[in-house]
């Protein structure tokens, strides 16, 4: 492509998404004290409150990130078993509640992300029931403990690799392929792109560098539409992020998020925010993370866990995936089914 078409796509591209910016509610591109005071969260009766998409994703990603911080006292392999539940593509709703049933179960022998499984069918009646979605639900009908288990075994593989590489494509490759090449069952680039981003914030993956090194994922709407736009390369997509980053002065992260977001086809979704949880603001530079309370005040009493392996049968409940030697010929020929129409 010329070098002058594309310059005028992009900025045609960065005036589409400065209207958005101007239009609508209120755009939140950085949590801090007082942006959250200027969303009124600390003002409603409901448990939940549903924004329009913001610029920045940290919103979306706040349920899950607390999730792992409060629920698993530092045990990384249970913080893990929290975020594979992503794949399933849940609403945030009935990600939250159905993993407080699925953590408040204590007499079973089952992985949590099987018991996430059966609390959310029983409640909603499939893994992505409980409303207010932010994508469309596409979890399949379901799968095999093992290929379950083996992706959690390959996660923990892949952020031991993410930790000594700063090449984001390659890790989410690995991550993005199948099941037997070392990869994730029902992970895809965004979700990939996703789970890896949460895994940095969280600390559980440490090299930071993985939350700027951020891309357009192939396979989504956004890059079929940027491609019907003309912008039609993985490159030339990524030139257009380095345009918008340098022009709006804003993170790469937040680009990409908001060209999204620009491009939706009229498909209503929603950034679900718990009231009775917490926001977190992350410096993508420093990587200081700090907690907000839904009132906008700095909660610097909260516990950020060391991350840490099980290291008794006591801490950890069902197959032991991530002991050395585990293979999953324990649970083979057994399914998992991600809703109850069958």
Not at 276 to 298: I, Q
Request: glycine share 8%.
């Amino acid at each position: 492509m010329p070098k002058l078409r594309l310059s005028r796509l992009c900025r045609d591209m960065t005036k589409r998404v400065l209207a958005w910016y101007r239009s609508g509610p209120l755009r939140v591109s950085t949590i801090n004290r007082q942006t959250i005071r200027s969303l009124n969260l600390n003002n409603s009766d409901d448990r939940f409150i549903y924004l329009s998409p913001q610029p920045t994703k940290d919103f979306y990603y706040a349920i899950i990130v607390f999730i792992m911080f409060g629920s698993t006292g530092g045990n990384v392999c249970l913080a893990l078993e929290i975020l594979y539940c992503l794949m399933l593509t849940p609403s945030m709703t009935g990600y939250a509640i159905g993993m407080e049933e699925a953590l408040a179960e204590v007499d079973t022998n089952d992985n949590l992300f099987f018991r996430f499984v059966r609390c959310t069918k029983t409640l909603f009646g499939s893994v992505g029931g409980g409303g207010h979605t932010r994508r469309q639900v596409s979890s399949g009908r379901g799968t095999t403990k093992a290929n379950i288990l083996q992706s959690l075994i390959n996660l923990l593989k892949i952020i031991e690799f993410a930790n000594t590489t700063d090449d984001t494509t390659i890790v989410i490759a690995k991550m993005t392929s199948g099941v037997g090449s070392g990869g994730l069952y029902g992970v895809g680039n965004l979700i990939a792109h996703e789970m890896l981003h949460i895994l940095v914030i969280t600390g559980i993956v440490t090299n930071r560098i993985h939350v700027t090194n951020t891309q357009i994922s192939r396979g989504t709407a956004t890059y079929a539409r940027l491609v019907n736009l003309g912008i039609r390369s993985a490159t030339h997509q990524a030139l257009l992020l380095d345009w918008m980053e340098r022009l709006l002065n804003l993170p790469r992260q937040v680009c990409e998020n908001v060209i999204c977001e620009t491009l939706r086809d009229g498909r209503e979704v929603y950034d679900t925010i718990d009231t009775h949880g917490r926001l977190y603001g992350y410096n993508y530079t420093t990587g200081e993370l700090k907690v907000y309370r839904m009132s906008g005040r700095v909660d610097n009493q909260y516990p950020i866990p060391q991350w840490r392996m099980p290291t008794a049968d006591e801490e950890y409940q069902g197959e032991r995936w991530f002991m050395d030697g585990y293979t999953t010929s324990n649970v083979d020929g057994e399914f998992v089914f991600f809703s109850n129409r069958v």
